[in-house]
């Protein structure tokens, strides 16, 4: 344990890929962390694997568009452990791919509800709760796509874009309060939405990798590095960021 994160750490999407890698970073580093994810066996794997090293995690069920599942999650964290000090805002859907001409309003609608409107209940029920504690850090997952185009992926594109704004403007809003609010952007992380991904369309993560100055494709461990530092003391003065870790990818 390096004891950098050592307080209670909430983790979204944390029953695989960057969620499971982060929850078990928090933990690493001496964090309690409430495990959270729509998908309950995926859940309560990430939180065996954290207890199997010795940490403690608290899985709970809740979908992040639910309103009801956001108060409940960040109720957990308080009962559990006596409050919150860092939230991982994680969960996550890529949606399915169309030029915009074609993109049917459910895909717009769950893809918007998941990635932009989760960020938005969770940061409005997690934010009272940290300067309630004193204060604490947020980071949301965006991604290279909140910050530049990528055709037939409309509602992803807008609402990782979107993530980046809200995250701008909480920090605004709270960092004189003693809340940072940060985003990481990853590029493309070899976790289960990027295997799915390549069964659709081989060419398009070979063509990534090629266009990735780094030569590889990211690993979930190297964006749960990211987002538990930018929730740690050495990034005390880093607030409103959105931290790219994509291999090189958007520098040319
Ligand atoms: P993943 O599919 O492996 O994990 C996402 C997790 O989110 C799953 O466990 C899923 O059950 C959970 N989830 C989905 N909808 C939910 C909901 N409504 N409520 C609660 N949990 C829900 O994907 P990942 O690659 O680990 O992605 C995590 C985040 O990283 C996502 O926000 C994604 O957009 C972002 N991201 C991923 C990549 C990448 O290349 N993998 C790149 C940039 C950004």
């Not at 690993?219 to 607030?239: K, M, N, R, Y």
Request: net charge negative; with cysteine; aromatic share 6%.
């Amino acid at each position: 344990m390096t004891g950098r994160n050592n307080g209670v750490a909430l983790v979204s999407g944390a029953g695989s890929g960057i969620g499971r890698a982060t929850a078990k970073r928090f933990a690493a580093d001496g964090a309690q962390v409430v495990v959270v994810d729509i998908d309950v066996e995926g859940g309560q794997e990430t939180v065996s694997d954290i207890e199997a090293t010795g940490g403690e995690a608290t899985f709970v069920r809740a979908d992040v568009t639910d309103e009801n599942d956001i108060e409940e999650m960040v109720a957990v964290a308080v009962d559990s452990y006596g409050g919150l000090d860092y939230a991982f805002n994680n969960a996550g859907i890529e949606g399915t791919e169309a030029p915009a001409s074609e993109q049917s309003m459910s895909n717009w609608e769950q893809v918007i509800d998941t990635n932009l409107k989760g960020v938005f209940l969770s940061m409005r029920e997690e934010i009272p709760v940290l300067m309630e504690n004193g204060g604490g850090a947020i980071v949301n997952t965006a991604s290279i796509a909140g910050l530049r185009g990528f055709r037939n992926l409309s509602p992803y594109v807008a609402s990782k874009h979107g993530v980046v704004g809200l995250t701008r403007t909480a920090a605004a809003g709270f960092s004189g309060d003693g809340v940072r609010v940060n985003a990481v952007c990853p590029g493309v992380i070899e976790t289960p939405m990027v295997a799915r991904s390549r069964e659709e369309n081989p060419e398009a993560i070979e063509a990534t990798v090629a266009a990735t100055p780094a030569d590889r494709l990211g690993q979930p461990e190297e964006i749960a590095a990211a987002a538990t530092w930018l929730c740690s003391g050495d990034a005390s003065f880093v607030t409103g960021e959105s931290l790219v870790v994509d291999g090189g990818f958007t520098v040319e």
